[in-house]
Nanobody, 123 residues
């Protein structure tokens, strides 16, 4: 059983940086791939970034590649999303989710979701 709690959201200006944290509990967290997703108001949830359980495999959405960095610390049971050069279109509720093992990173088969943290980028 895995549970997740996001933190770090807030109001920033265009071009600013912000880091989000995802704290995981449960024995399976350190062996789970974790993804960051976001949901702009009135839109569908979309993939942002993911990291494998050991940090060796990382992937980003095209819209954030080069600006966002995902990382994890399995000793602390944490996954991070460092966001730079923020744009107004990055405004969304950001969620972290734990993938079901061997699910081939299927976002429709997540083992757990956090409650979300709001990031607002003002112009």
């Amino acid at each position: 059983q895995v549970s997740l709690v996001e933190s770090g959201g807030g109001l920033v200006q265009t071009g600013d940086s912000l880091s989000l944290s995802c704290a995981g509990t449960g024995r399976a967290f350190s062996s789970s791939a974790v993804g960051w997703f976001r949901q702009p108001q009135g839109k569908e949830r979309e993939f942002v970034a993911r990291i494998s359980w050991n940090g060796r495999s990382i992937d980003y959405a095209a819209s954030v590649k080069g600006r966002f960095t995902i990382s994890r610390d399995n000793v602390k049971n944490m996954v991070y999303l460092h966001m730079t050069s923020l744009k107004s279109e990055d405004t969304a509720v950001y969620y972290c989710g734990a993938y079901v093992p061997f699910s081939d990173y299927d976002p429709n088969a997540m083992a757990a979701w956090g409650q979300g943290t709001l990031v607002t980028v003002s112009t």
